[in-house]
């Protein structure tokens, strides 16, 4: 068996598991026309990678609650053209992070091309969709306690695997930037998004325009530990030049009406 098969039955076990909601290691190996054993691996590989649960003789599909769909006909033409410049950035064989977010998420079908990729993440929806890629990067996640707002995996656990691993880059998003102090977000939750920048040589942080201004109590990423920040045309000159001074890269996207 392959490694593209291999990737291509899990992805079909996971598919059959959502359709279901649950699924039985003798009805998969019937349906693969393989081993329950082969079977047992990947329902095993499929739970570390947290995109399902093992029950007793089977797995049943996470928790909606849990589960966050990414709609991509729902993202604008700025994420779309966000994600681009962003997806332009990762060379082939570049260990990335990619923060939980829509805008973030949006990047994903534009990493068809690259070879060779090792990514870590702590959304579910990010990472349904690299299964999906046919370059099949290594996919590794952080685990940690769900938090509903930011749908996503925080906590000290995910922190505790960030702190193992080495990145090239780190992909996140923003709910606000104070264009005087960083980031900002209305999740008090901002320990993983540290840790996540201290683990990485380039902290790229992907906004659409209209959310640079928006103040927001809570500081995730200061100015210093941001490298560039990649946003849409809209952004004015003067507001552009200030962040700049802040030692900031910045990279406005095209956006295509």
Not at 14 to 43: C, P, Y
Not at 79 to 105: E, F, M, P, Y
Not at 111 to 127: D, E, F, H, P, Q
Request: hydrophobic share 40%.
């Amino acid at each position: 068996m392959t490694k593209r098969n291999t990737q291509q039955r899990r992805h079909t076990i996971l598919s059959l598991v959502n359709e279901q909601g649950e699924v039985s290691v003798e009805a998969l190996a019937a349906e693969f026309a393989t081993s329950e054993v082969t079977i047992r691996k990947d329902l095993t590989a499929l739970e570390q990678s947290g995109l399902l649960l093992r029950r007793y003789g089977g797995a049943v599909a996470l928790p909606q609650e849990i589960v966050a769909k990414s709609d991509e006909k729902r993202d604008s033409l700025r994420k779309q053209a966000v994600a681009k410049a962003a997806a332009d950035l990762i060379k082939d064989h570049n260990r990335i992070i990619i923060d939980s977010g829509r805008t973030t998420a949006a990047m994903i079908p534009m990493l068809i091309s690259k070879r060779g990729l090792v990514v870590m993440t702590n959304a579910i929806n990010v990472a349904n969709r690299l299964l999906e890629l046919e370059n099949e990067p290594t996919l590794l996640m952080t685990g940690g306690t769900w938090d509903p707002h930011s749908e996503s995996f925080q906590g000290q656990v995910a922190e505790q695997v960030l702190r193992s691993y080495d990145f090239d880059q780190l992909f996140i998003g923003a709910d606000g930037i104070d264009v005087e102090r960083g980031t900002t977000t209305f999740n008090e939750l901002v320990g993983l998004s540290q840790v996540m920048a201290e683990s990485a040589r380039e902290v790229i942080v992907m906004v659409e325009s209209d959310k640079v201004g928006r103040k927001i109590p809570n500081l995730e990423l200061p100015w210093h530990k941001v490298t560039t920040l990649i946003t849409d045309n809209n952004l004015d000159s003067r507001t552009r030049l200030a962040i700049e001074k802040q030692g900031v890269t910045v990279i406005c996207a095209d956006v295509n009406e």
